[in-house]
């Protein structure tokens, strides 16, 4: 989409520094600058600033998840340069305004989102090839341009599963997904990031300048230190895939999550998958188990044997993809990428839900798998809503990094797992309460089994222990680099990296 377009589909008002570069109804929109500050701010940038009462300022304020609409930033800088989030800081930090850093606007916290000023790099969001076949990714590039700009040179950067997701939250607290345990995570493959700190300067961190900050942003990121504008990745060569699913059914769902925890996260590293448990209120509790391979169909079919050969499986599905296909499939995206993309742009919806996460560094017994089993079995009987907890395997190449290598500390877990509990937007406050009921339930009866550790993008504002949780023996050193480069505080939110411990 051009700007002009973009403009007038959004009705945004635009000023750049003193010149108004449009004639026309560009114009017109120009001259309904927001008054005061913001139109003083609004006047130095490239990009535009919306303050409420802007026709755009209701789209521009929301996240991905509808449970922080009730919050009203005084202003969404929508930054479309690096000047653009140095002159936003300097500026905001001189009248004290709170910030919150934006790429795709998905914490599970709300964190991106503050009564403050929201920074948006959204449009920062290009996706290139560099030299030495690095990508340069924009910090605001969506995860499914991510995978399709780069899929156009037959290479990948491993990343997660949502198309709307964006690069920048996902890469700073880790980045899971189907490629992961063959080519890391996708925190494990940046190699530079451009960071525009508190002091309005923008700094380049990889293992050379700034390796405190190079190191810190590797799994501890997520609007701690400043505002990411650009990162390079190392890329993969990638051509074809095989994934599988299957399903069996519930009376085997205590033996499926036996058979699949001892065997997916030593799996051979080409070979990603999940153990998905679900329940709908009113309805029946499933299982299934899906998975992504870098080899054939055949290969595939011979590794899942100690998973098919487990209870009578409904559904064993084995099929030879393009790994694009696949990536569009995780996705849940069948028509064109510009669809893969959230209203209004594209045709994917936002949602409501909670999550919640752990991991596990040693196996379950027979009692954690019954209390899972029952978890999700006792969500049938209440309202409406619905449940998921998805098992992500650990292992291969995410495992053999050292835990201090990078602030991403969970490289010793089996497996991961997710919590989620979904309702709709319109159902009454009580459903809504109900689920979150049901989820910190189960989440407490798990709590005996599982490691104490949590994962940072999974980012959970109820986590008393968050600070071990999500960086436990890499705690010291992040707040380290925070008072180096946060004397100040000025990046804080509920659960950033505080200056003292
Ligand atoms: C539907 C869905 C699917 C998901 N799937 C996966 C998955 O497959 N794998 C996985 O690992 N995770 C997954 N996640 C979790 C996801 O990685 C985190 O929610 C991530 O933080 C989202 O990044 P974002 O840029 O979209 O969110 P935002 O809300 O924009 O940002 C998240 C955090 O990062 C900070 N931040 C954003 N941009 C910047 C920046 N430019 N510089 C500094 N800080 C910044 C924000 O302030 C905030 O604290 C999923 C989340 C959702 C909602």
Not at 83 to 88: G, L
Not at 445 to 465: C, T
Request: hydrophobic fraction near 40%.
């Amino acid at each position: 989409m051009t700007r002009r377009e973009l403009l007038e589909r959004t009705g945004r008002v635009a000023l750049t520094a003193g010149v108004l570069p449009f004639a026309g109804p560009l114009a017109e929109l120009a001259r309904a600058a927001p008054p005061g500050i913001y139109g003083q701010l609004a006047r130095t940038l490239q990009g535009d600033v919306v303050v409420p009462g802007d026709p755009a300022y209701g789209q521009a304020r929301v996240l991905f998840d509808t449970r922080f609409d009730g919050v009203h930033p005084h202003a969404v800088v929508f930054c479309e340069s690096l000047t653009d989030v140095e002159r936003t800081i300097t500026w905001a930090r001189r009248h004290g305004l709170r910030i919150a850093p934006r790429s795709g606007g998905h914490s599970y916290g709300g964190y991106s989102l503050s009564p403050g000023v929201v920074v948006d790099v959204s449009r920062l969001s290009r996706v290139a090839l560099g030299p030495q076949r690095r990508a340069v990714v924009g910090a605001g590039a969506r995860l499914i341009d991510v995978y399709a700009g780069l899929w156009e040179h037959g290479l990948t950067v491993p990343a997660g599963t949502s198309p709307t997701v964006g690069i920048a939250g996902l890469t700073l607290g880790g980045g899971i997904g189907f490629g992961a345990r063959k080519f890391g995570l996708t925190c494990d493959n940046l190699v530079e990031a451009t960071v525009v700190t508190a002091s309005g300067r923008a700094l380049v961190c990889n293992a050379h300048e700034h390796a405190d900050l190079y190191w810190a942003l590797r799994g501890g990121g997520g609007g701690n230190f400043g505002v990411v504008t650009r990162f390079v990745f190392r890329t993969h060569p990638v051509a074809g895939v095989a994934t599988y699913a299957l399903e069996w059914p519930w009376s085997d769902a205590r033996p499926v999550v036996q058979a699949w925890q001892k065997w997916a996260p030593h799996a051979p590293d080409g070979l990603f998958s999940v153990c998905n448990l679900n329940c709908a209120g009113g309805g029946s509790p499933r299982i299934t188990s899906a998975g992504q391979f870098f080899g054939t169909a055949q290969q595939l079919k011979t590794l899942i044997a100690p998973l098919t050969a487990t209870g009578s499986p409904t559904r064993v599905s084995v099929v030879s993809r393009t790994y694009m296909d696949a990536a569009r499939m995780w996705a849940g995206c069948s028509g064109t990428i510009a669809e893969c993309h959230l209203q209004p742009q594209g045709a994917l919806g936002r949602s409501t839900f909670k999550g919640k996460s752990d991991y596990a560094n040693k196996l379950f017994s027979a009692r954690a798998v019954d209390t899972l089993v029952r978890g999700i079995e006792s969500r049938k009987t209440r309202g409406s809503g619905s449940a998921i907890v998805l098992l992500d395997s650990s292992g291969g190449a995410i495992n053999r990094v050292p835990k201090g290598a990078t602030a991403f500390v969970h490289r010793d877990a089996l497996f991961s797992l997710q919590y989620l509990a979904y309702w709709q937007p319109t159902d009454p406050p009580a459903v809504g309460a109900a689920n979150l009921r049901f989820l910190r339930n189960l989440y407490a009866a798990m709590r005996p089994f599982v490691s104490g550790f949590s994962y940072q993008n999974y980012i959970d504002p109820e986590l008393s222990s968050w600070k071990h949780a999500y960086y436990g023996s890499n705690l010291a050193r992040l707040v380290s680099v925070k008072r180096r480069h946060d004397p100040g505080n000025v990046f804080n939110f509920r659960q950033s990296i505080p200056t003292r411990l």
